[in-house]
């Protein structure tokens, strides 16, 4: 289909709003290569179940890959607004890392062939994916770890440095979905069961290892 064609296409179709349609094509992206793998999902499948024209995935992202690497971005980008919010609230440290820890694991689930994709291109340092998501993530870091700094200047945060303990944080809450071929045979496959267990662990595990327990209004070291 020409330039030409596709823009007339987009000019018939006014009865469905272009942020609307974008908004579509991602879900149904994201949905797609969850759940059958990049490799393995066509830009057909994508544009019928966003119920739209296939030549309109060429019009906003330009190709299959780079619908991927928008689908990553807004990814990393949601994680970032969770935190942000999650910062704005007027919530106990506890509170807002266990709520970050419900957030994230129900993210990676419904990522987990993106987080797969991410991990393999941070891995191998350079490309125009990296370069995308590098900055995304960093930021990110940055926004858990101001969490934990918090909790640090309240006397909260127990011998631990906010910014490392951040990055392990996300490998913590990583690790299961980036290896799942083989952390699926040490705990089980993904089901509601698995994931409750999955926070309930990291929480029971980080939450209470690295913050301090106050006892009658003292703090327990």
């Known amino acids: 289909m020409t330039t030409a064609t596709t823009a007339e296409f987009v000019s018939t179709t006014t009865s ?6 974008r908004a579509r094509l991602l879900e149904a992206a994201r949905s797609l290569f969850s759940e059958q793998g990049y490799a393995a999902t066509g830009t057909r499948a994508i544009a019928s179940m966003a119920a739209c024209n296939v030549a309109l995935i060429s019009h906003y992202f330009g190709s299959k890959e780079g619908l991927l690497r928008e689908v990553i971005v807004r990814g990393i980008s949601d994680v970032g607004d969770e935190m942000r ?3 704005a609230a007027p919530l106990p440290t506890e ?3 266990d709520r970050l820890i419900d ?3 129900d993210h990676f689930q419904r990522c987990s062939q993106s987080m ?5 291109q941070l891995s191998q340092g350079q490309s125009p994916l990296f370069e995308a998501i590098q900055p995304k993530i960093v930021e990110n ?4 770890a101001s969490i934990l700094e918090e909790a640090r200047l309240e006397g909260r945060l127990g011998d631990v440095e906010p910014r490392t303990a951040a990055v392990l944080l996300m490998g913590m809450l990583q690790y299961y979905f980036v290896t799942y071929a ?3 045979t040490l705990i089980g496959p993904r089901s509601p069961e ?8 990291i929480t029971q595990i980080f939450v209470h290892g690295a913050i301090k327990m106050h006892v009658n209004g003292l703090a327990a070291t």
């Open 85 to 87: 919010a999650l910062l």
């Open 194 to 201: 698995t994931m409750a267990d999955l926070k309930r662990h």
């Open 16 to 21: 469905i709003p272009a942020a609307g349609t």
């Open 95 to 97: 509170d807002r890392l």
């Open 116 to 120: 797969q994709i991410v991990m393999s």
């Open 182 to 184: 083989v952390s699926s």
């Open 141 to 144: 870091v940055d926004l858990l």
């Open 103 to 105: 957030f994230m694991i």
